[in-house]
């Protein structure tokens, strides 16, 4: 069973405070949190990756990024990440979590989730619809 999910991408300020707020909507008796491979601990949200999310009425207010560790992933059944290279950091971090995590966009045609850090609107939009589109496919898929 999955009771908690931890969402995963490099900084923990754009990707994955998306994905998570967005599978916290559809899955509010779930624990879903984020981090990042690199985080510096405590960042707020790009303002970029605010902006659209408001723009699609998904709030990350109060969003403080945090660093993935080994201890950290000892507490979620499952972690799902933006990118191929997030599950090799999970594996050389946590071996034993490698087993339990996933691309976020797995269920949605396999998909990488590209940083939009520092690019335009459009490309945090594409993003964005990314994310969306894969959460949608695990809540699927977790909802069954």
């Excluded at 899955?27 to 970029?48: E, N, R």
């Excluded at 990350?60 to 990024?65: A, N, R, T």
């Excluded at 950290?72 to 059944?77: N, P, V």
């Excluded at 949605?108 to 496919?137: G, K, M, R």
Aim: proline share 3%; aromatic share 6%.
């Amino acid at each position: 069973m999955c009771n908690t999910i931890l969402v995963i991408c490099t900084a923990n300020i754009c990707r994955s405070p998306i994905g998570e707020r967005l599978l916290r909507q559809r899955l509010p008796h779930k624990t879903i949190d984020s981090a990042g491979t690199a985080a510096l601990a405590g960042q707020s949200v790009d303002c970029d990756a605010m902006r659209i999310a408001d723009r699609h009425k998904l709030s990350l207010e109060g969003h403080q990024s945090r660093l993935f560790t080994a201890a950290l992933s000892t507490q979620y059944d499952l972690i799902l990440t933006m990118e191929k290279e997030h599950l090799k950091h999970i594996a050389h971090i946590a071996p034993v979590a490698r087993s339990k995590s996933m691309l976020l966009g797995y269920w949605f045609n396999q998909t990488e989730i590209p940083d939009p850090w520092h690019q335009s609107d459009e490309a945090f939009y594409h993003v964005f619809h990314l994310i969306d589109q894969s959460c949608q496919a695990w809540v699927s898929k977790l909802t069954r």
